[in-house]
């Protein structure tokens, strides 16, 4: 199938901005709690949508005294928190443009997006913030304001104290100029390839999108019939993935609360406590609580019935799956009895790591793979994964609820269109669809055609539109021997045994493929101490043999996917894993092949040696 259409769900025709539904929603509702927002203690505190109101007008008051209009552009720097969301809708309401940068941004990667978006003022989280701008401050002439949320009493308190005297009706006078095609705001790209590039994203992207995605999933949002609708976004605020959550939960009223680190140190006690309904994440986070979990059942001896569990929950849900697509008659009486056995002594644990209530998550931002879907939906999770990109304002794919085809990123969301064209390249069509790159006209005409979105990804549409991404067009290997390969699906493959954090594919211009890999030291550490072994320093863990072989296992079982030409042939353990602040990942944590091909180019040259 070469194009595939879904139709628009119904939706309010659009008016006005994204800040409206603060002010909607307080009227309406003014006592629906909205927020649920950490206090000091650590305790969760309800926000309701007055009191959301009265904080968003406030803060724009403050915003107005101290210099910001209509179309300025104000950067965010920081981690997930309450406060960006705030200053977001804030911004909003006056018709200005918060630039989100990531709180881990260099101070090179900084100057160059504050001075491409010519920003007038920023918002930053803490020291290490403002000395990172402080650092080229020079450089950007436009640059007029500076406020840290964590200073003193916090930009906060300091921003509403300077706008009290300031009439409400400036805000409104702002508020009602802004249009469905304003510019909302300015999203980076990661810079995989080079410089980040400014996505221009309208209001009218995100309650396209906005409407299109709670029209057709809101029954999941809830763990059950009737009870309130929760999550906590842990995604940072700088993607588009975390931001169109956030957009998504304020302008249909799902509570939100915030969370700012992605370490299951961290995560795993805020999603006990705050305990979302369902939640939004990347494969990663699915990957360590499924590996926690196993790690956990090793450790108290029951590794063997964990794995049982596991193949009976794939086998329940590859059963149920057939019978959707009308494929089979579901799980026989003896399988049904299997899993019900291990409802209470595996599943209901898996769950109880992401809060206990969730019953439906969303994936995105990588590929996840199929088996692992699988477990979590025979566990009692079902896991919608999707696809999209910046320029399409986040998600322009995702399964649909009640026939969800894991392995896939499932159908154009409503009101889109997917093509694959002659290439095998993606392009997409709706009113997600960003209007250009900032002042890069030439960038955008590559990629713009009469509406027309091309991704850069390779993929293929299966005969009832549901779509499976393949790999990047500007990632195709090419050997000495004029085979061409595809990476991410041999990646990906590498990376689902539980001790590999990262793996690279090589081979452009070589005799055949090979690959660099990158150990999990926390499975590591529990795999050597189940053996009674101590832990090994980085320099002899990669010489281990026995690391080498079930490094083998993987690439072997990856191997399977691929014909001989298009296989790994051999491979390099490297005793780091590759991070961002060696500049070999972006934020958003993908990898920077050039980058990483660059830096370790003594081992990829030992590979073909």
């Known amino acids: 199938m070469r194009e595939f259409t879904v139709p628009p769900v119904e939706a309010a025709p659009q008016v006005g901005g994204l800040a409206d539904a603060v002010f909607d929603h307080a009227e309406k509702t003014p006592d629906r709690v909205t927020f649920g927002r950490k206090d000091a203690s650590g305790r969760w505190r309800d926000v309701t949508s007055a009191q959301f109101r009265d904080e968003v007008l406030a803060l724009a008051k403050g915003l107005i005294a101290h210099g910001v209009r209509f179309g300025d552009r104000v950067a965010i720097m920081a981690r997930t928190r309450y406060e960006w969301t705030l200053f977001d809708f804030a911004l909003w309401t006056l018709g200005a443009q918060p630039v989100p940068i990531y709180a881990t941004s260099s101070a090179d990667q900084v100057h160059w997006m504050l001075h491409d978006a010519e920003v007038t003022a920023c918002v930053v989280e803490h020291e290490d913030h403002a000395m990172t701008i402080g650092s080229v401050i020079d450089r950007l002439p436009l640059l007029r304001r500076l406020w840290q949320l964590d200073a003193g009493e916090g930009a906060v308190a300091e921003l509403m104290a300077a706008g009290a005297e300031i009439d409400e009706d400036v805000v409104h006078r702002h508020r ?73 939960a304020v302008l249909s009223g799902v509570k939100l609360g915030h969370q700012p680190a992605l370490a299951a140190s961290a995560l795993l006690p805020d999603l006990a406590s705050f305990r979302p309904t369902f939640v939004l994440a990347v494969p990663y986070v699915f990957e360590k609580v499924f590996h926690a979990a196993r790690r956990k059942a090793e450790s108290e001896g029951r590794a063997g019935p964990f794995d049982k569990a596991v ?31 291990f409802e209470k002594v595996v599943y209901g644990k898996v769950r109880d790591a992401l809060g206990g209530r969730v019953r439906h998550a969303m994936s995105g931002g990588s590929g996840m793979d199929r088996r692992l879907g699988l477990f979590f939906e025979g566990a009692g999770v079902t896991v919608f994964e999707g696809y999209g990109l910046t320029e399409s304002s986040a998600a322009a794919t995702a399964n649909p609820p009640e026939r969800t085809k894991y392995g896939t990123v499932g159908q154009p969301i409503p009101g889109t269109t997917v093509h694959i064209a002659e290439d095998g390249e993606v392009w997409l069509h709706g009113g997600h669809i ?113 690391l080498e072989t079930e490094i083998r296992r993987a690439v072997v079982a990856a191997n399977t996917l691929v014909s001989q030409a298009e296989s790994i042939r051999t491979f390099r353990i490297l005793a780091h894993p590759f991070s961002e602040e060696h500049g070999l990942l972006t934020p958003s944590l993908k990898l920077k092949r050039k980058a990483i091909e660059k830096a370790y180019a003594v081992e990829v040259e030992a590979l073909y040696g």
């Open 311 to 341: 193949e009976v929950a794939v086998r329940y849900a590859e059963a149920m799956e057939h019978k959707a697509f009308g494929l089979g008659p579901g799980p026989s009486a003896a399988l049904r009895v299997q899993h019900q056995f």
């Open 176 to 248: 009602r100029a802004v249009t469905p095609e304003s510019v909302a705001t300015i999203i980076y790209t990661s810079g995989t390839t080079g410089r980040p590039k400014g996505c221009v994203i309208t209001h009218s992207n995100f309650m396209f999108e906005a409407d299109m995605l709670v029209g057709r999933w809101e029954p999941v949002f809830h763990s059950q019939p009737g009870d309130e609708a929760s999550t906590l976004l842990f995604l940072p605020l700088a993607h588009v993935f975390g931001r169109m959550v956030e957009v998504a």
């Open 434 to 546: 960003f209007s250009g790159y900032l002042n890069n006209p030439q960038a955008t005409d590559a990629v713009l055609n009469d509406g027309w979105l091309a991704t850069g990804d390779l993929g293929m549409l299966d005969e009832e539109g549901y779509l499976t991404i393949t790999g990047r067009k500007k990632e195709i290997l090419v050997t000495s021997g004029g085979k061409s390969v595809s990476p991410a699906a041999l990646e990906e493959r590498v990376r689902s045994h539980p001790l590999i954090a990262q793996c690279i594919v090589v081979g452009n211009d070589r005799p055949y493929i090979a690959a660099l890999v990158t150990m999990d030291q926390e499975a590591v550490e529990h795999w050597l101490a189940m053996q009674g072994r101590a832990p090994l320093p980085p320099a002899e863990l990669v010489r281990d043999p026995s």
